[in-house]
């Protein structure tokens, strides 16, 4: 039965939404205008190598690289609880972990605020204990904490999902050898779960690198990040140029960093032993 005409569409929503945009951004990023009209330029992709808009950059990779590293750390082993549980169990720990990230991502990024201010419940706690008081909003510590909180499910999910279909036979059959949980995690566990480690690391990636609400609401503005950059350029500076400049390399970073991992899941696909 050939229904093809099932996917017009959908072809229709991509290119209004999807090909439409890049090819505006694309557009706008070797374009400038002049008295003599609209003229192909690089001056805009230039620009980025200015140090102040580089250090942008470079400070939004570094944040969003700890980030990531500390979802990982975090999220890997939740996954393998997650996993090792009861059926029954499972999935109630999984909809009590999950269940936060229901609530609107500004609110709970709000809450980061009020549980981290000078007169916070948790200083207050710290207070009635004797123990200085933490003092880590609007610094750079406090935006890696809204990434981790925000993008932490993003970690959890991916590897959970890969550990949840990995064969059991595998890992009793290692432990049958006198494989003890170490030597099993090591050399069956983690390998077999690569493919889910890559894509948590490429979707926490991803809009770490990209955020700007959690940067303004707990960096105070002190740490402008590439997302503050872009949203400066179009609503405060109106220039829409440089703007989709900034745009387009993102982009060119998010698909190589998104290439890289493809190659490194494909690599270790079917669970190779390191």
């Not at 999984?94 to 709970?108: K, S």
């Not at 981290?116 to 510590?141: A, C, G």
């Not at 503005?221 to 179009?234: C, D, S, V």
Request: with cysteine; charged share 10%; hydrophobic share 55%.
């Amino acid at each position: 039965m050939k229904k093809n005409w099932f996917v017009y569409p959908y072809i229709v929503w991509m290119i209004i939404f999807i090909v439409a945009p890049l090819l505006l951004l694309l557009f706008y990023s070797f374009t400038t205008t002049t008295d003599e009209g609209i003229k192909f330029t690089l001056e805009h992709l230039r620009r980025l190598w200015d140090p102040i808009y580089f250090s942008v950059f470079l400070r939004s990779i570094n944040l969003a690289l700890i980030s990531t590293a500390i979802c990982l750390l975090i999220g890997y082993p939740v996954a393998v609880i997650l996993a090792s549980k009861e059926y029954s169990s499972n999935k109630i720990m999984t909809l009590l972990f999950v269940i936060p990230m229901w609530m609107n991502f500004l609110l709970r990024t709000y809450a980061w605020m009020t549980l981290l201010e000078k007169n916070s419940p948790i200083n207050v706690i710290l207070n009635l204990l004797h123990l200085p008081p933490l003092q880590i909003l609007y610094t750079d510590k406090a935006v890696v904490l809204g990434m981790v909180y925000n993008f932490l499910p993003f970690m959890v999910l991916p590897i959970y999902s890969v550990l949840m279909k990995m064969d059991k036979s595998i890992i009793e059959a290692a432990e049958d050898l006198g494989g003890n949980y170490f030597v099993v995690l090591r050399k069956i566990i983690i390998p077999l779960s690569v493919p889910g480690i890559m894509s948590g690391i490429t979707m926490v990636f991803m809009p770490a690198v990209t955020t700007f609400i959690i940067s303004r609401l707990l960096g105070g503005g002190h740490y402008m990040l590439i997302g503050n950059l872009i949203e400066q350029q179009f609503l405060v500076a109106g220039d829409w140029n440089f703007g989709s400049a900034i745009s387009f390399a993102l982009m060119i970073i998010i698909l190589i960093s998104m290439s890289i991992m493809h190659k490194y899941d494909k690599e270790y696909e079917g669970g190779a032993i390191w």
